[in-house]
C-alpha cells in the first residue's frame, strides 16, 4: 500500500504488478510535465513527458495521465519489475524561457520479488 | 547522445575550505545548466540557473556569493561551494538544456561531505 513517511511517500508492490504513482503539482499554468526515475546515488533519468495539451501519454510499460482540472499528474508502470525500485518524481515547467523545472515531493517505490 | 558528467562523483573537504564541482555536456551544446541540491529523502530543489557567458540566477535564499558558479563555454558550468559547512553537506547535481530542447539531461551528481 502507499504511506506517507517522514519525507518521502513510499509505494510497495509485488513484482508483476501494476503500480500507479501519483502526483500533486502547484502551477495551474504549467505547460509541460515529466517523470523522472532516481535510484540511490544517481541523478534523476527521464522517463516519460507529457504536454498540458494532452491528457494521456503511453511509453514503454509506462503511461502517464494528466488532469488539469485537479492538478494531478499520474505514472503508471505495467507489469512492475524489481529493477523499478526507485524514487520516482513528477516535475512541472515552471515557465520562463529557460524552462525551469520545480520536482515534486517524489515517491518511493519498492518491488517486492 | 545528450550525456551530461560530473566531477568529481564525490569529495570531502574540511570546513571553511572550498570546493569546485565541474558539470559537462558531452555530447551536444548547453546555452542553460542547471544546479540542483538534494539532502537525504528530499526532492531536487534548484539552485540556479546559468546562461552561457551570462551571470547566473539563483533561487531565493540561495547566497549567490557562497555558491559561485561559471557557465564559461558552452560544454562546461562550475559550482564552487566557498568558505563550505557541514550544512552545505548534500548531493549535487546539474543538468542541461540544449539551444532548441526543453528536455534538461541530468547528470550524475557529486556527493559533498564537509567534515
Known amino acids: 500500500g502507499e504511506s506517507v513517511g517522514l519525507h518521502l511517500p513510499t509505494l510497495s508492490v509485488q513484482e508483476g504488478d501494476n503500480s500507479i504513482i501519483n502526483c500533486a503539482y502547484s502551477?495551474?499554468?504549467?505547460?509541460?510535465f515529466i517523470w523522472y526515475k532516481q535510484e540511490s546515488g544517481k541523478g534523476p533519468q527521464f522517463i516519460i513527458d507529457?504536454?498540458?495539451?494532452?491528457d494521456k501519454r503511453q511509453g514503454q510499460r509506462v503511461t502517464v495521465l494528466l488532469n488539469k482540472t485537479v492538478k494531478h499528474l499520474s505514472l503508471q508502470i505495467a507489469a512492475t519489475q524489481p529493477g523499478d525500485s526507485a524514487v520516482y518524481f513528477c516535475a512541472e515547467n515552471s515557465g520562463g524561457s529557460n524552462y525551469k523545472l520545480t520536482f515534486g515531493k517524489g515517491t518511493l517505490l519498492t518491488v517486492n520479488p | 547522445g545528450a550525456v551530461v558528467s560530473q566531477h568529481p562523483s564525490w569529495v570531502i573537504c574540511k570546513s571553511g575550505t572550498s570546493v569546485k564541482i565541474e558539470c559537462r555536456s558531452l555530447?551536444?551544446?548547453?546555452?542553460?545548466m542547471f544546479w540542483y541540491r538534494q539532502f537525504p529523502k528530499q526532492s531536487l530543489m534548484l539552485m540556479a540557473t546559468?546562461?552561457?557567458?551570462?551571470?547566473?540566477?539563483?533561487e531565493q535564499g540561495v547566497e549567490k556569493d557562497k555558491f559561485l558558479i561559471n557557465h564559461a563555454s558552452l560544454t562546461l558550468s562550475t559550482l564552487t561551494v566557498t568558505s563550505a559547512h557541514p550544512e552545505d553537506s548534500s548531493f549535487y547535481i546539474c543538468?542541461?538544456?540544449?539551444?532548441?530542447?526543453?528536455?534538461?539531461?541530468f547528470g550524475p551528481g557529486t556527493r559533498l561531505t564537509v567534515t
Open positions: 502551477n495551474s499554468a504549467s505547460d509541460y
Open positions: 555530447d551536444f551544446q548547453a546555452t542553460t
Open positions: 507529457i504536454r498540458s495539451n494532452m
Open positions: 546559468s546562461n552561457e557567458g551570462s551571470k547566473a540566477t539563483y
Open positions: 543538468s542541461a538544456r540544449g539551444p532548441v530542447s526543453y528536455e534538461q539531461y
